[in-house]
């Protein structure tokens, strides 16, 4: 009996596995085949409202200024300079948000003293700030990293509180009778019960930090994606436009899916 227990049980594993792998399978086989329905129907809006190219381009004609682009180095040169403006925003927004999201999680007088400032920067939208920026700090590329932090800077920090608090009651006076220290509390309790929290704050600040960053080079700069979307707004080169917009696109999934495999990877043993 224990045998034949031993099987079936064993055999539930393996079709549930199999349904999973058939499932993956499944949705990366969905994903081109969603691109490929959304281009048709793309081509046949322009084809049935006859748009010229300067209001609605073809996927052809997009397509094809992305190979012009490409081949020249424009579009990657102006991407590098987006990516390195991502980088610094995240680095420095995702940094200030996780230090004080923390103590504001452990401190209720830190979180009363500082809660309504961080509140009243959030009602000022930040294309109203990065004008003041570039003022304060110039057109270069701090002015932008300064934006893409500010973006990602709530949302980041209101994860890191919430997951912080979540921790169970009962383990972090399990952790104490235990005589932990401080860095032992954090790393062995702290961290990992709040880490679905803080990698669903990643995910949101990973998407948002490619907005920031085109938001400033919206403002003022002469190099960028967000630049490269204005000198095309100008030329009535709307393909252009296209392919620096589905450039960001790009962008803000790949950065998305890099924080959704390491939250696979963090998260495999609990799931």
């Known amino acids: 009996m224990a045998e034949h227990a031993l099987s079936i049980n064993t055999k539930h594993l393996q079709t549930s596995e199999n349904r999973r792998t058939f499932c993956r399978h499944q949705q990366y086989t969905l994903i081109p085949l969603a691109l490929l329905i959304l281009a048709g129907l793309w081509e046949l809006i322009v084809w049935l409202g006859q748009y010229p190219p300067f209001i609605l381009p073809t996927p052809r004609r997009v397509g094809e200024r992305f190979w012009i682009a490409a081949t020249q180095g424009a579009l990657w040169w102006h991407t590098g300079v987006t990516l390195t403006e991502i980088g610094g925003g995240l680095a420095l927004g995702l940094s200030a948000a996780l230090l004080l999201g923390y103590w504001m999680a452990k401190s209720r007088t830190l979180e009363r003293f500082v809660s309504p400032y961080i509140v009243a920067s959030q009602a000022v939208p930040i294309v109203a700030l990065a004008p003041l920026l570039v003022i304060w700090f110039g057109p270069g590329r701090l002015s932008k990293i ?3 932090a500010l973006t990602l ?8 509180m919430l997951g912080i608090r979540s921790v169970d009651r009962d383990l972090v006076n399990l952790m104490r009778s235990l005589r932990a220290t401080r860095w032992q509390m954090f790393t062995l309790l702290e961290v990992p ?19 920031g960053a085109v938001v400033g080079e919206f403002v003022a700069a002469d190099r960028g994606l967000g630049f490269l979307i204005n000198v095309a707004r100008g030329n009535f080169d709307t393909a252009l436009m296209f392919v620096a917009i589905l450039t960001l696109v790009a962008i803000a999934l790949l950065l998305y899916l890099i924080v959704s495999l390491l939250e696979t990877i963090l998260l495999k043993g609990r799931q």
Not at 153 to 160: A, C, Q, S, V
Request: hydrophobic share 55%.
């Open 153 to 160: 800077f709530f949302p980041m920090l209101m994860n890191t």
């Open 193 to 211: 019960s709040a880490l679905p929290t803080l990698l669903g704050g990643l995910k949101m600040s990973m998407t948002l930090s490619a907005i």
């Open 146 to 148: 300064l934006v893409c």
